[in-house]
């Protein structure tokens, strides 16, 4: 199993562990001091030793950060997180706090009359910190750069990982590392730039054509590199992550180093020197400013172009995805003969799921923890089952199992919500709507040029109309076996970057209630061009989505009458070509049940 069940989160020891920090930043004259979740490159998924934001409260979600007080301790979550941080924290020492609503510089100064708060350079972005500085002005509050306070006390820290590196062979990346790096040196000459300093582990591994193991789930290697003007590469990881054959693979232009060199190669570079203000850490800028050298705050060069799969990339994870569509049509086949019996449990389902994707042989790791959240469970957004909070999967509820995989062709996420019994109507209507949702972003055509932003609300509108809503976007981008949530594409109210083609996003409307259920419906999309209509307007570029996914949705939940016909035309088209796309990959008893749960409504 790749998934285990054990708990990451003991509320007990953060009172403890509270009080030692706060006796560290007395001791150095600090009134607080700031806590990421983030490592040094920014990432989502982080090594365990970079657990700092878990080991000190708990809170064992993706996204979220804390600020420590000496009489108040703030975790700031994002909606996906408001009841999951409950049951983490003790709500005695450590206060949630609704983010981005309340800003971190409002809850400063409300909070302090004056003071310095610490915080580590290499943990925080160039932006956030600016941003900060820029909300506290005339506060008495002032932000100070010092070591890393929480390590200081942290007794048993795990060491850095030491993943085995390994080559993305160039078929399946579509383009080889040697014509990407080409193609970003031609644009830093034009830009008049001679360096780039790239620090997030996927821009590293997508531009190399490397991948790694340095954190669960995503396949990717910790480290930095300098990418010049003449297309030379220096890469900084550790050696013993090499092997000879990937080291060959680098290519001679590929300069590896220890990490240690890393801040001594950016003091002896010349020029102006490209950095991502948004995703390197500010200790980076830092260091080159120190050094006399002018430093363009510019987007990572690889975001961009990494987001815009190519056809090699995209027919890879068109197969990956037909071959994981095959597993989870097998495992809810598997489900729906289960449920009616009592017992079944969510740990039980989790291990069914991963056992048909181990069964392709293609399996490479699982993209994410399945959440598999039963009843109740399911309306914590990013709910992760233990042996403690396994729940057993009961009759006349709903069911919400949210899961993906990593094949050496693709990255996958697909969300199936369920019936188990009689929901009821109530249940049933709020699926529909959320159906209704996912069907809107799927047919949509729209010119070209908007943004994420510019989308979200089809899918909030069938919700909205009920006077319901979802606390999360309608979709993340998606790495080509890679990270499971990549930027810079979103389907987002914040978002504000253009869709292009080869963008590949998640279409996941949702809609929870605490205590109760949650539902969530999600496939991958993939942004093409549209094709001209009739009596349209040809000058004016359109786009569309293609859909990755391929698995049935739960019939028995959908109110027929509900759909308006263009709603229940697509619905009876997708099912038809998942029948179609399956049929032949599926063992005669799947087989059987596809045709059943892909009957026209």
Known sequence: MFQTFESHANPAQGPARLAALREVLAAEGLAGFLVPRADVHQGEYVAARDERLQWLT?????????????????????????????????????????????????????????????????????????????????????????????????????????????????????????????????????????????????????????????????????????????????????????????????????????????????????????????????????????????????????????????????????????????????????LDARLPQSGLTEIDVVKALEGFRRATNALHDISFDTICGAGPNGAIMHYRVTEQSNRVVAQNALLLVDSGAQYLDGTTDITRTVAVGDPGDYARACYTRVLQGTIAISRVRWPAGLAGRDLDPLARAPLWLAGQDFNHGTGHGVGAFLSVHEGPQRLSRISEVPLEPGMILSNEPGYYREGEFGIRLENLIVVETAPDLPGGDAEREQLRFETLTFAPFDRRLVVAAMLAPGERDWLNAYHAEVLDKLGARLSPAALAWCKAACAPL
């Open 58 to 334: 708990g809170f064992t979600g993706s996204a979220g950060f804390a600020i420590v007080l000496g009489a108040v301790a703030g975790v700031f979550i994002d909606g996906r997180y408001r009841t999951q941080v409950k049951g983490q924290v003790d709500l005695g020492h450590f206060t949630p706090v609704s983010w981005p609503e309340v800003k971190p510089a409002d809850w400063l100064r409300q909070n302090m009359t004056g003071g310095v708060v610490g915080f580590d350079p290499w943990l925080h972005t160039a932006e956030e910190i600016g941003k900060l500085e820029a909300g506290l002005q005339s506060s008495g509050i002032t932000l100070r750069s010092c070591e890393n306070m929480v390590d200081r006390i942290w007794t048993g820290q795990p060491e850095a990982p030491m993943g085995r590196a390994f080559a993305h062979p160039d078929a399946l990346a579509g383009e080889t590392s040697a014509a990407k790096r080409a193609r970003l040196a031609d644009g830093l000459r034009k830009a008049g730039q001679t360096a780039a300093v790239i620090t997030l582990p996927d821009s590293l591994c997508w531009l190399l054509n490397i991948r790694g193991a340095d954190v669960p789930r995503n396949p990717i290697l910790h480290g930095h590199a300098i990418l010049h003007d003449d297309a030379r590469v220096s890469l900084f990881a550790e050696a013993a992550k090499f092997d000879e054959a990937t080291r060959a693979h680098l290519g001679e232009h590929v300069t590896l180093r220890p990490v240690a060199a890393f801040v001594p190669a950016l003091r002896t570079l010349q020029g102006t020197v490209r950095v991502d203000k948004a995703t390197a850490p500010l200790a980076v800028s830092m260091e080159l400013e120190e050094a006399g050298l002018t430093v363009a705050f510019a987007d990572d060069p690889c975001r961009l172009p990494k987001a815009c799969k190519n056809a090699g990339e995209i027919n890879g994870m068109r197969e990956a995805h037909l071959r994981d569509g095959a597993a989870v049509v097998e495992f809810l086949c598997w």
